[in-house]
């Protein structure tokens, strides 16, 4: 079985520019979510969706971050303008129905400068 | 407000030794309470999990316990090895359906010395 699959690994990029990541879940899950890992701390939720439904995004920066998840399948991150303190690794993660856990990508590492 | 609070922060421990790292949560709804393992470079890796209908959950070298009056639980490892160097980060969640939501430690980076 093919993980969660995240990509690019790297991303560098100047403040105030725009930056996007993609995630493709593991087949057949429904429930997909975005953390956000800075540095030397647990991961924090961004937004979770239940199929292409965003059911809690509480936790997104509205102004500057969006995400989607187009035929419930694939997402994507997207912020813009990034700042200096959106440096920070991207996880995305899903998992089937009921009570399976949860399964991360690698992330995605994030440098704004 | 921190939900799950989560120490030590750093351990070193010596080949073969035990391994123990503390966890504590708030929220009393919380019922699932996994264990999760982050090697550099990589995405967390789910270790081991417990509910709270049982004090102890043990899978080889890796045991959880967990004080449901104290709302405290913790991960011993034992004859602690080289290979288990890693952050390892306890999380609580409530279960079924749209409560799924973990929320995670910050993290305890475990050092073992050969």
């Known amino acids: 079985e093919a993980g969660v699959v995240q990509s690019p690994r790297y991303k560098i990029i100047e403040k105030k520019q725009p930056v996007a990541f993609w995630c493709n879940p593991i087949s057949g899950h429904n429930t997909l979510y975005w953390y956000r890992q800075n540095l030397g701390q647990g991961p924090e939720l961004l937004i979770r969706?239940?199929?292409?439904?965003?059911?809690?995004d509480s936790q997104l920066p509205k102004d500057r971050f969006s995400a989607e998840r187009l035929k419930g399948v694939d997402s994507t991150l997207k912020i813009q303008p990034a700042e200096l303190g959106d440096s920070a690794v991207y996880l995305c993660?899903?998992?089937?129905?009921?009570?399976?856990?949860?399964?991360f990508g690698n992330g995605t590492r994030l440098t704004v400068t | 407000q921190q939900q799950v609070k989560q120490s030590p922060q750093s351990l070193i421990v010596q080949k073969g030794g035990i391994s123990i790292i503390n966890c504590a949560y708030e929220n009393t709804a919380f019922d699932y309470f996994p264990w999760y393992q982050q090697f550099p470079g990589k995405g967390p890796a789910l270790l081991i999990a417990i509910r709270p209908d049982v004090s102890e959950k043990k899978e080889g070298r890796f045991t959880i316990s967990f004080n449901k009056s104290a709302k405290q639980f913790s991960l011993h490892i034992m004859d602690s090895q080289p290979g288990d160097s890693a952050t390892y980060f306890c999380a609580a969640s409530k279960s079924g359906g749209s409560n799924y939501k973990l929320t995670f430690g910050k993290g305890t980076l475990l050092t073992v010395n050969p």
């Open positions: 969706y239940e199929n292409e439904e965003a059911v809690d």
């Open positions: 993660a899903s998992r089937s129905i009921g009570n399976s856990p949860l399964h």
